[in-house]
């Protein structure tokens, strides 16, 4: 809550309007009064961007396992907010987005659906499932002028402490090793999110 009401704070301060709706993904009417919200308080939607995961139940020791490894309940509450609660965005989200003109989906996924990453099974299959549905809603509802896209990011350094992991001598090069460019920022994904929403990108649709 204190970072999304900074988040709020902070676009306010450079002239933009902003609301924070503290949402559990988990829970479905929680995603549907967010929604709500957002079409109450500017009255329609152009724009929806699926960004959260789950990162919290992934990584060593954490639920997210190899296939023999993995117990039900863990698939489960990685698939949940990882994947069901995107349908659940879509789902109540559509009907206002048919409305509105240039509408656009824009979901965030991994690199490492189409990789393959070590003891990250469930993660590895939520994204790989999310390019597919990206493809799908992208022909499903073209006739309803909603264009829908996924970015598809490796490393993006998200946090101090992932900074630091970069200080590490093996893990730091080998990171290093596998961008051409540097190494990803947030900036970096919400300035493709902001092109895939735009007028600009009116062409692009059922793209990865």
Do not use: Q
Request: charged letters at 20%; hydrophobic letters at 50%; one cysteine or more.
């Amino acid at each position: 809550r204190d970072a999304g009401d900074a988040v709020e704070r902070e676009i306010r301060a450079a002239g933009g309007d902003a609301v924070f709706v503290p949402t559990d993904l988990a829970r479905e009417e929680e995603v549907v009064a967010a929604v709500g919200v957002a079409v109450d308080r500017y009255g329609s939607l152009s724009t929806l961007v699926n960004n959260a995961a789950p990162t919290e139940l992934m990584g060593p020791g954490r639920l997210d396992r190899a296939v023999t490894e993995l117990t039900n309940e863990a698939w489960d509450a990685i698939m949940l907010v990882g994947l069901k609660a995107v349908v659940w965005a879509c789902k109540h989200t559509i009907p206002h987005l048919a409305k509105a003109e240039g509408a656009s989906i824009v979901n965030i996924s991994s690199a490492a659906s189409m990789l393959g990453t070590p003891g990250l099974d469930t993660y590895t299959a939520l994204k790989g499932a999310l390019n597919t549905l990206t493809r799908s809603m992208a022909v499903e509802y073209a006739t309803e002028g909603i264009r829908c896209n996924a970015i598809v990011s490796g490393m993006v350094l998200t946090s101090p402490g992932a900074w630091k992991l970069m200080d590490d001598p093996a893990i730091g090069d080998a990171t290093r090793a596998m961008h051409l460019t540097r190494l990803g920022v947030p900036d970096d994904i919400a300035n493709a999110a902001l092109f895939l929403a735009c007028d600009e990108a009116a062409f692009v649709t059922g793209a990865l």
